[in-house]
Nanobody, 126 residues
Framework: QVQLVESGGGLVQAGGSLRLSCAPS????????MAWFRQAPGKEREFVAA????????GYGDSVKGRFTISRDSAENTVYLQMNSLKPEDTAVYLC???????????????????WGQGTQVTVSS
């Protein structure tokens, strides 16, 4: 069992930046694929970004390409999501997810992930 804990959310003005962090409690994240999803009220869960176990492969949702960057620090056992040029439509609860097995693929479907964090709220004001 992997318990994931997200942090770094908050309130920011449009055009600003935030960095989210995700760390497990008690176990290493490597070499699992890790991802960020987001869910806004009344909307379906949306894929944001994923990074493979080695960190060599990444994938992004169309709405965040060029603005968000996912990375991982094996030494700190942490995955990050750097969010720049934030827009009001980025407002959502951001959730960290992990695959069950080690993987080299940046999966984009929520069903590919076995473990989820509780989420951290990101609010972007206009």
């Amino acid at each position: 069992q992997v318990q994931l804990v997200e942090s770094g959310g908050g309130l920011v003005q449009a055009g600003g930046s935030l960095r989210l962090s995700c760390a497990p409690s008690g176990r290493t994240l490597t070499p699992r694929t890790m991802a960020w999803f987001r869910q806004a009220p009344g909307k379906e869960r949306e894929f944001v970004a994923a990074i493979s176990g080695s960190g060599g492969n990444t994938g992004y949702g169309d709405s965040v390409k060029g603005r968000f960057t996912i990375s991982r620090d094996s030494a700190e056992n942490t995955v990050y999501l750097q969010m720049n040029s934030l827009k009001p439509e980025d407002t959502a609860v951001y959730l960290c997810a992990s695959t069950f097995f080690s993987s080299s693929r940046p999966y984009t479907e929520a069903d590919d992930y076995a473990y989820w964090g509780q989420g951290t709220q990101v609010t972007v004001s206009s």
